[in-house]
């Protein structure tokens, strides 16, 4: 690898790593597996996410019993996203989200336009 693209990808590694939005995440994921309640409330979910999906499995999506895990795990959900903590951090995420999305069509968008170009003709 040349020294100049390696100096390149250190100065956006290092770029990314002192991204506000980077450190904030990281922090807000540490806090998180650091906070018992909000654990509970993922346990919660995941347990009920299997027994839909294990209910699925033998039973039809419109049964009763389907219905019932199926409200309970909607439930489930709205209360783990409205969790002041998991709000917080999924806010985060999104903009880190669109943080590798801006990064990867700087790098990439060329070659992707280059392909699509090349195949519409």
Do not use: C
Request: no cysteine.
């Amino acid at each position: 690898m040349n020294i100049s693209l390696s100096k390149s990808l250190d100065g956006l590694k290092s770029a990314i790593e002192n991204d506000e939005r980077i450190i904030r995440l990281n922090e807000l994921e540490k806090k998180l597996y650091d906070d018992p309640s909000l654990l509970e409330l993922v346990k919660k979910k995941d347990d009920l996410e299997r027994e839909y999906n294990t209910v699925l499995s033998y039973k039809d999506k419109d049964s009763d019993e389907a219905k019932r895990v199926g409200k309970a795990l909607h439930d489930a959900k709205m209360e783990l996203d409205s969790y002041p903590l998991a709000k917080e951090y999924s806010e985060a995420y999104i903009a880190v989200r669109d943080l590798y999305m801006q990064i990867d069509d700087i790098i990439f968008g060329p070659y992707r336009k280059k392909t699509l170009n090349s195949k519409a003709k």
